[in-house]
């Protein structure tokens, strides 16, 4: 059974990885030196982040949804999660051989590759996931107080260790170059398949209708939205660090 692409979904994640590239623009031409902007810690940089991963999960979400009720086979899920994964495992290795202190081993491809799976399994709950994307946002904040000063404190060298951080519940960030954590961040997807699910029944209408044709270079830029998340980082670095050694 073909899955129906709306290019309003698809236009949004080309959004999402215009603005990716534009901040990872920044990011190395901080790393090559070449700018002072301190995108890991200057709020307006990591309020950027936040948004800009917010954006991709919710567009992941949503496309979650429309799947499931359009009948996705396991099958097809499992081809599409396997490339999901792969390509985490690609960025595992690139990150090393680039950065081997601070490598990538959850970043936003490895949280998607486990959100996948948890939302398979409760795309179909409805309102409820309103409710469960808020608690597992709130989770991380309610942690990170009792792993600091609360009873919890003791296990807060365990739950901060690369062992479990990827749940998210932890009390000090790790050092990588990249952090996506089940918690707060399934929480966002969750609510991506809940605004997903909502938009099938009641707004189906305005998600299927064509959009301008300026638009349309967008979504298909989000129709190969992974493709471009591997190819867009090494191409940057080469470009500018090129620029660098050039006429630095």
């Known amino acids: 059974m073909k899955i129906q692409r709306f ?97 990538i081993y959850f970043g936003v491809l490895h ?34 107080n009792l792993l600091q000063t609360g009873p919890l404190l003791p296990w807060a060298d365990s739950l901060n260790s690369m062992h479990w951080n990827w749940l998210g519940w932890i009390s000090k960030k790790p050092v990588t170059e990249d952090y996506v954590p089940l918690f707060p961040w399934l929480g966002v997807m969750w609510w991506g398949a809940a605004a997903g699910a909502w938009l099938w029944r009641q707004q189906f209408d305005w998600l299927a209708h064509p959009l301008p044709q300026p638009v349309q270079a967008l979504a298909g830029l989000g129709r190969w939205s992974l493709s471009y998340y591997l190819v867009h980082q090494p191409v940057l670095i080469a470009l500018v660090g090129g620029f660098s050694l050039l006429f630095k």
């Open 111 to 144: 949280g998607l590759a486990l959100m996948l799976i948890v939302v398979r399994l409760t795309a179909h709950w409805g309102t409820w996931l309103w409710l469960l994307g808020a608690l597992a946002i709130v989770s991380k904040f309610i942690f990170e």
């Open 7 to 103: 290019d309003t979904l698809d236009a949004l994640r080309g959004l999402a990885m215009l603005w990716m590239t534009g901040f990872h623009f920044v990011f190395d031409l901080r790393y090559f030196k070449l700018v002072t902007q301190d995108v890991v810690r200057d709020p307006f940089w990591t309020w950027q982040r936040t948004l800009i991963v917010s954006l991709f999960l919710l567009c992941a979400g949503m496309g979650q949804a429309f799947a499931t009720a359009q009948g996705q086979s396991w099958p097809r899920f499992w081809r599409r999660w396997a490339q999901v994964a792969g390509s985490a495992l690609l960025v595992t290795v690139g990150s090393w051989l680039m950065f081997p202190n601070s490598f």
